[in-house]
Nanobody, 115 residues
Framework: QVQLVESGGGLVQPGGSLRLSCAATGMIISENTMAWYRQTPGKQREMVAY???????NYADSVKGRFTISRDNGKNTVYLQMNSLKPEDTAVYYC?????????WGQGTQVTVSS
């Protein structure tokens, strides 16, 4: 049974940093595309970043140069390092694992950027 558990969210001032973690069980993260999404009330969930099996990464234009997705295969955990945070980054952040025929989601972690 696949489980994804996010952590690391919280309240941070503009310009600050946070690192989100997504610990996976029941699957091997390096064998799948792993992604971070975010969602605000009334809006569709949007892709923030993803990392492919071979390690290639891609980012939404709004976070390029500020966010970094990475993984620790030994810990079976994916990370999202978020720097230079802006109020518009405020959202619930979700981890996603993409497998053939099925996607898995975590429960989400709230990130609030406010002074």
């Amino acid at each position: 049974q696949v489980q994804l558990v996010e952590s690391g969210g919280g309240l941070v001032q503009p310009g600050g940093s946070l690192r989100l973690s997504c610990a996976a069980t029941g699957m091997i993260i390096s064998e799948n595309t792993m992604a971070w999404y975010r969602q605000t009330p009334g809006k569709q969930r949007e892709m923030v970043a993803y990392i492919l099996r071979r390690g290639n990464t891609n980012y939404a234009d709004s976070v390029k140069g500020r966010f970094t997705i990475s993984r620790d295969n030994g810990k079976n955990t994916v990370y999202l390092q978020m720097n230079s945070l802006k109020p518009e980054d405020t959202a619930v952040y979700y981890c996603k694992a993409e497998q053939i025929g099925h996607d898995y989601w975590g429960q989400g972690t709230q990130v609030t950027v406010s002074s």
